[in-house]
């Protein structure tokens, strides 16, 4: 089997949080991440689904280097991304980049898209202003824009517009990495099909990986290869977008699948997967969590383990 | 042939200088709302279709003007209104629900007082009586512990339990009509689709219509009769929602619908690619020169 891209073993990530016990002197772990594990290959599109507080943005950070996790190895071609022996942020910048889910905020509005798309070429040594200036006026064409726009400000263009600044931005340093974080959701419909294309073309003619962090199921059936949900810092499920999608397994899969507004589905009641149906065991064995309700998350979760139920499609049950 | 409860009739209005408007936002927009029916108005950003809300709520800040047109609640046009009156209606009639609650509720006040305010405004109990009501208006909105609930302040709360205190505060004078601008864009999946429930089944229960805001058809799909698609200050296409997603007449709205990852079309083969809107509509400037299309209504308001 070939080497992944990147491979995570274990992943814990835990913040201390000031106060609570005793004169609010005691300190307790929120745990934010309980043991993430996967890998992603080259070319590959690999989604974290899951809401708000579930861990999958901690993740990413993880990935980035942004948050050095508590426990866990996080491998880029074998080599050790974090804890000693981990490269320093200009290495890990040409492996691992990250597209944010609103290009406004994370575009300096004092620096010209020029000035923008220079600064990291600067940092890693490209010295020459015409090779400087050619790099960016092809990154420029790829992202659909023209090298004329590389004058004007963040405030000059549209939300789509901007958000191809945030992926030219991101690609530059031609990574083989690209976190996406929400890339779509502050978008508007048209804006978004065509962000989506252009992810799309890029991925291919690039040979790019992603790993997409998002809640919009629909984008993510569209997009990805696989599919990992994640439900309080752990992982409940993991499959093939088509396992995901056409046999979700765990309860929480199955909810948040049920919640999306789809118009086909909402016009079209029939068929659809009544969330609220009693989930049977699978052989004999529980679910950790029904995906209702809110475990604690400054304890660490209880002992279960992800168990294979098909190709490549694995679901969390209690431990037998 | 029962009257419409709303009767939006050629609705202009656009940025005033003086007397003049000069940039109009709203070319002419009409449109109607039965009593107990859900409508939805769909489209993009600077589409027209919150204006048209703030129309109707009265609540156009300078220098939005309306510069044509009528807006009739119950055969009465709000726009000649005067402000005294304006005010009974507003948050009594019509009230309105916006996308992000937080900014919308008073942070420095217990939520329990804000819906008692209602009560104590618009149907004269005393705050003691209002405070009853509210608790139970928070336990109609599924709120868990409405009594403990009651006591706090908008801030401890969740997203989804915030958007509900706004649903409760909206809801509790058994309004004709509710106005949603985007009420569940800032919620997780999850939590939207049981505030859409919410709203779905309050409103049925009580007979009251809903103007629902969204550029997400999804969630137009789930929950309203009859769909309104606006683009640049016109309705370009109107029809009941099955038959203007099965049947899409307009090209804006057909680029609409094509644009929308939607669940299981994935095929088979690969990724395909989603629909441009601007790959089929060459020049959007000629969008709004289309004629409206809306179905032929014949006596009995069929199709």
Same mark, same amino acid.
């Given at each position: 089997?070939?080497?992944?891209?990147?491979?995570?073993?274990?992943?814990?990530?835990?913040?201390?949080?000031?106060?609570?016990?005793?004169?609010?002197?005691?300190?307790?772990?929120?745990?934010?991440?309980?043991?993430?594990?996967?890998?992603?290959?080259?070319?590959?599109?690999?989604?974290?689904?899951?809401? &708000?507080?579930?861990?999958?943005?901690?993740?990413?950070? &993880?990935?980035?280097?942004?948050?050095?996790?508590?426990?866990?190895?996080?491998?880029?071609?074998?080599?050790?991304?974090?804890?000693?022996?981990?490269?320093?942020?200009?290495?890990?910048?040409?492996?691992?980049?990250?597209?944010?889910?609103?290009?406004?905020?994370?575009?300096?509005?004092?620096?010209?898209?020029?000035?923008?798309?220079?600064? *990291?070429?600067?940092?890693?040594?490209?010295?020459?202003?015409?090779?400087?200036?050619?790099?960016?006026?092809?990154?420029?064409?790829?992202?659909?824009?023209?090298?004329?726009?590389?004058?004007?400000?963040?405030?000059?263009? &549209?939300?789509?517009?901007?958000?191809?600044?945030?992926?030219?931005?991101?690609?530059?340093?031609?990574?083989?990495?690209?976190?996406?974080?929400?890339?779509?959701?502050?978008?508007?419909?048209?804006?978004?099909?065509?962000?989506?294309?252009?992810?799309?073309?890029?991925?291919?003619?690039?040979?790019? &990986?992603?790993?997409?962090?998002?809640?919009?199921?629909?984008?993510?059936?569209?997009?990805?290869?696989? !599919?990992?949900?994640?439900?309080?810092?752990?992982?409940?499920?993991?499959?093939?977008?088509?396992?995901?999608?056409?046999?979700?397994?765990?309860?929480?899969?199955?909810?948040?699948?049920?919640?999306?507004?789809? *118009?086909?589905?909402?016009?079209?009641?029939?068929?659809?997967?009544?969330?609220?149906?009693?989930?049977?065991?699978?052989?004999?064995?529980?679910?950790?969590?029904?995906?209702?309700?809110? *475990?604690?998350?400054?304890?660490?979760?209880?002992?279960?383990?992800? !168990?294979?139920?098909?190709?490549?499609?694995?679901?969390?049950?209690?431990?037998? | 042939?029962?009257?419409?409860?709303?009767?939006?009739? $050629? @609705?202009? /209005?656009?940025?005033?200088?003086?007397?003049?408007?000069?940039?109009? /936002?709203?070319?002419?927009?009409?449109?109607?709302?039965?009593?107990?029916?859900?409508?939805?108005?769909?489209?993009?950003?600077?589409?027209?279709?919150?204006?048209?809300?703030?129309?109707?709520?009265?609540?156009?800040?300078?220098?939005?003007?309306?510069?044509?047109?009528?807006?009739?609640?119950?055969?009465?046009?709000?726009?000649? @209104?005067?402000?005294?009156?304006?005010?009974?209606?507003?948050? #009594?009639?019509?009230?309105?629900?916006?996308?992000?609650?937080?900014?919308?509720?008073?942070?420095?006040?217990?939520?329990?007082?804000?819906?008692?305010?209602?009560?104590?405004?618009?149907?004269?109990?005393?705050?003691?009586?209002?405070?009853?009501?509210?608790?139970?208006?928070?336990? #109609?909105?599924?709120?868990? #512990?409405?009594?403990?609930?009651?006591?706090?302040?908008?801030?401890?709360?969740?997203?989804?339990?915030?958007?509900?205190?706004? +649903?409760?505060?909206?809801?509790?004078? =058994?309004?004709?009509?509710?106005?949603?601008?985007?009420?569940?864009?800032?919620?997780?999946?999850?939590?939207?689709?049981?505030?859409?429930?919410? +709203?779905?089944? /309050?409103?049925?229960?009580?007979?009251?219509?809903?103007?629902? +805001?969204?550029?997400?058809?999804?969630?137009?799909?789930?929950?309203?009769?009859?769909?309104?698609?606006?683009?640049?200050?016109?309705?370009?296409?109107? =029809?009941?929602?099955?038959?203007?997603?099965? =049947?899409?007449?307009? $090209?804006?709205?057909?680029?609409?619908?094509?644009?929308?990852?939607?669940?299981?079309?994935?095929?088979?083969?690969?990724?395909?690619?989603?629909?441009?809107? $601007?790959?089929? +509509?060459?020049?959007?400037?000629?969008?709004?020169?289309?004629?409206?299309?809306?179905?032929?209504?014949?006596?009995?308001?069929?199709?």
């Amino acid at each position: 089997m070939t080497q992944p891209l990147l491979q995570v073993d274990d992943l814990h990530v835990r913040f201390p949080i000031a106060g609570g016990g005793l004169l609010g002197t005691g300190k307790r772990m929120l745990h934010a991440v309980n043991g993430i594990s996967f890998s992603l290959a080259k070319g590959e599109c690999l989604s974290i689904v899951g809401e &708000s507080g579930c861990g999958k943005s901690t993740t990413a950070l &993880s990935i980035l280097g942004l948050q050095e996790p508590t426990e866990g190895a996080i491998r880029y071609r074998g080599q050790p991304l974090n804890g000693p022996g981990a490269p320093g942020r200009m290495q890990r910048a040409k492996a691992v980049q990250m597209v944010f889910q609103d290009p406004y905020a994370s575009l300096n509005p004092r620096q010209s898209v020029r000035t923008s798309l220079a600064a *990291p070429l600067r940092l890693h040594g490209m010295t020459a202003a015409s090779e400087i200036e050619g790099r960016i006026e092809a990154m420029l064409k790829n992202v659909g824009l023209t090298p004329e726009q590389a004058k004007r400000y963040p405030h000059e263009f &549209s939300g789509g517009q901007r958000q191809r600044i945030g992926i030219a931005r991101a690609l530059i340093l031609e990574p083989e990495i690209v976190v996406l974080d929400e890339p779509v959701s502050a978008l508007d419909v048209s804006i978004r099909a065509q962000i989506i294309n252009l992810l799309l073309d890029l991925q291919e003619k690039l040979g790019l &990986s992603y790993i997409m962090i998002s809640h919009d199921l629909s984008v993510v059936e569209h997009m990805s290869d696989r !599919v990992l949900v994640m439900f309080f810092g752990e992982v409940v499920e993991e499959g093939g977008w088509r396992q995901i999608f056409e046999a979700p397994t765990h309860p929480y899969t199955r909810r948040l699948i049920a919640a999306i507004p789809d *118009p086909d589905v909402a016009l079209k009641p029939v068929g659809r997967q009544d969330e609220r149906a009693e989930m049977p065991l699978l052989a004999g064995r529980r679910f950790v969590s029904d995906g209702r309700a809110s *475990p604690d998350v400054f304890t660490p979760p209880a002992p279960s383990e992800l !168990v294979e139920i098909g190709a490549n499609h694995k679901v969390r049950l209690a431990m037998a | 042939m029962t009257a419409p409860l709303l009767d939006i009739r $050629d @609705l202009r /209005l656009g940025v005033a200088a003086g007397r003049t408007v000069t940039h109009p /936002l709203l070319k002419g927009v009409s449109f109607q709302i039965m009593p107990g029916e859900a409508y939805g108005l769909v489209g993009e950003s600077g589409s027209g279709k919150s204006v048209t809300s703030l129309a109707v709520m009265g609540l156009l800040k300078k220098p939005l003007a309306v510069s044509g047109g009528e807006i009739l609640f119950k055969g009465q046009n709000l726009l000649s @209104l005067p402000k005294r009156e304006m005010r009974r209606l507003r948050g #009594n009639r019509i009230t309105m629900i916006f996308q992000e609650p937080m900014t919308a509720l008073n942070p420095l006040s217990t939520v329990g007082r804000q819906i008692a305010e209602m009560f104590v405004l618009h149907q004269g109990k005393s705050w003691d009586e209002a405070h009853k009501l509210a608790v139970e208006a928070l336990a #109609n909105v599924r709120v868990p #512990n409405p009594e403990r609930r009651a006591k706090n302040l908008p801030h401890p709360m969740s997203g989804g339990l915030r958007q509900r205190v706004m +649903i409760a505060m909206a809801l509790a004078c =058994n309004p004709d009509l509710l106005i949603a601008d985007e009420p569940t864009t800032a919620l997780d999946v999850t939590v939207q689709a049981e505030v859409l429930r919410l +709203i779905k089944e /309050l409103c049925a229960a009580r007979g009251t219509a809903v103007l629902f +805001i969204s550029h997400d058809l999804g969630v137009i799909a789930s929950i309203c009769q009859r769909v309104g698609v606006m683009y640049g200050g016109c309705l370009v296409e109107e =029809n009941e929602t099955r038959a203007l997603f099965d =049947n899409p007449r307009h $090209d804006y709205t057909r680029g609409l619908l094509g644009a929308l990852p939607r669940l299981g079309s994935r095929s088979e083969h690969g990724r395909q690619r989603l629909v441009d809107i $601007d790959s089929i +509509i060459a020049d959007r400037s000629k969008l709004t020169e289309t004629r409206f299309i809306a179905p032929r209504v014949v006596e009995g308001g069929q199709l």
